[in-house]
């Protein structure tokens, strides 16, 4: 499978333009990227920018520190989808799991999850995991494991630390199956892109994304 595929050709600086997201969205239909992640504000262009294409629209929830209240995030869940959002990648509350706060995460993701119900929209939970502990991975491990979300993903790109191949180990030791990873954060070249997808990421978020299809090998994405 080609590396596009895999990728999340994403955009979410503060001060993002119209031409930027048109050049993103061009680049996605060009390469072959799963989705465009683009910021909220730009999902109804994105999406008219991707039509007829494979394509899908992510957006963000919560971004970039995740300690904004659950009804907050719910309301930002409403309006995405509204706007046609296929894909939504939210931010936990990670002071909650710093503190170890299990009952305030579970009341979070049962109201995201209520809030998505039959939507068909992908939920990627953002966890930030070069600010964590292995423990406190592995506690996002059994609490989200029991929801229905489609991703457990490693940071925002805000962070000092983004993905690491040991982060994308330990999630996919302590998740079933069914629950995919999704790397981001500091993914620049397709080196180490193959080594988060070698030890069990399934996406990627990436603003590097040409760059790295372009520096894969002849029939492993390159181009």
């Known amino acids: 499978m080609h590396i596009a595929s895999f990728i999340d050709h ?4 503060p001060d993002t333009t119209s031409a930027e997201i048109s050049k993103l969205c061009a680049e996605a239909v060009q ?21 007829g294409s494979a394509v899908k629209v992510a957006t963000v929830i919560g971004f970039p520190f995740g300690y904004s209240h659950h009804l ?7 309006e995405a989808l509204a706007a046609g959002a296929n894909e939504l990648d939210m931010v936990v509350n990670i002071a ?10 579970e009341a979070e993701i049962a109201a995201i999850t209520g809030a998505i119900g039959s ?7 953002i966890l930030e995991t070069g ?3 292995n423990d406190q991975i592995v506690a996002c ?12 993903k490693t940071s925002t790109g805000y962070a000092a630390k983004g993905a690491s191949v040991e982060a994308v180990r ?3 030791q302590n998740l079933p199956e069914q629950i995919q990873i999704k790397a981001s954060g500091g993914i620049r070249d397709f080196t180490f892109a193959q080594q988060l997808i070698d030890a069990g990421a399934t996406r990627l978020g990436c603003s590097a994304s040409v760059a790295i299809v372009q520096g894969a090998p002849a029939g492993e994405g390159g181009y």
Not at 10 to 13: A, R
Not at 96 to 105: H, K, P
Not at 141 to 152: A, M, S
């Open 10 to 13: 994403t955009i979410l600086k």
């Open 31 to 51: 390469y072959g990227f799963a989705s465009v992640c683009v910021p909220p504000y730009f999902i109804a262009q994105a999406k008219k920018e991707v039509a």
């Open 72 to 78: 907050a995030k719910v309301a930002e869940v409403k």
């Open 96 to 105: 909650a799991v710093v503190a170890g706060d299990r009952a305030t995460l």
């Open 119 to 125: 939507s068909g929209a992908a939920l990627k939970l």
């Open 131 to 133: 600010i964590l502990t």
């Open 141 to 152: 491990c059994e609490i989200y494991r029991k929801y229905p979300v489609q991703f457990l």
């Open 170 to 172: 330990l999630m996919r």
